[in-house]
Nanobody, 121 residues
């Protein structure tokens, strides 16, 4: 089993910043791609940003230049620095990790429980 625990969500004024963290623990040999997703009320879950084990990143157009994804492979932790937050960023943010349990083993997908981000205008 793997646990992903997100933290750092909260209420912030438009233009403000938040930093989300996602800590992975449990049966982990390695973590390949990690990603942040968000889901606003009445909308589908969407990719916000992803980062592979080598540090290559990918961002949704809506957050480019404002959000920065990073990870600490030693701590099995991923971060999302969110600057210049807008009301349209309001959503529950989820982290996802692609985990390998043993060397050469299969990949398994795990999700965190989500953390709420609210931006007041």
């Amino acid at each position: 089993q793997v646990q992903l625990v997100e933290s750092g969500g909260g209420l912030v004024q438009a233009g403000g910043s938040l930093r989300l963290s996602c800590a992975a623990s449990g049966r982990i040999f390695s973590i390949n791609t990690m990603g942040w997703y968000r889901q606003a009320p009445g909308k589908q879950r969407e990719l916000v940003a992803s980062i592979n084990s080598g540090g290559s990143t990918n961002y949704a157009d809506s957050v480019k230049g404002r959000f920065t994804i990073s990870r600490d492979n030693v701590k099995n932790t991923m971060y999302l620095q969110m600057n210049s937050l807008k009301p349209e960023d309001v959503a529950t943010y989820y982290c996802k990790a692609i985990v390998v349990y043993v060397p050469g083993g299969y990949e398994y997908q795990w999700w965190g429980q989500g953390t709420q981000v609210t931006v007041s205008s």
